[in-house]
Nanobody
């Protein structure tokens, strides 16, 4: 059974930081490209960042220099370090095993002005 479980969301003031985690099971994590996506009410889910099995990364332009995606293959865990958060980063954040149908349940991030 495949499971992707996000954690680490919460309420933070603008300029603050949060670290999201996505613990996985049931997939071959070390060879799977992983990603973070987010969705705000009334909008479609959007790409935030991805990381390949060789640790190549790609970011949404608006989060470059503020967010860092990383992975720990020994722990089958994906991370998203979010610094200098802005109110427009408020969303539900999801982890995704790319090229599969598997998503996490999401974790809410709320950034107050």
């Amino acid at each position: 059974q495949v499971q992707l479980v996000e954690s680490g969301g919460g309420l933070v003031q603008a300029g603050g930081s949060l670290r999201l985690s996505c613990t996985t099971s049931g997939i071959i994590f070390s060879t799977t490209t992983m990603g973070w996506y987010r969705r705000t009410p009334g909008k479609q889910r959007e790409f935030v960042a991805t990381i390949t099995s060789t640790h190549d990364t790609n970011y949404l332009d608006s989060v470059k220099g503020r967010f860092t995606i990383s992975r720990d293959n020994a722990k089958n865990t994906l991370y998203l370090q979010m610094d200098n958060l802005r109110p427009e980063d408020t969303a539900v954040y999801y982890c995704k095993a790319l090229l599969t149908k598997y998503w996490g349940q999401g974790t809410q991030v709320t950034v107050s002005a």
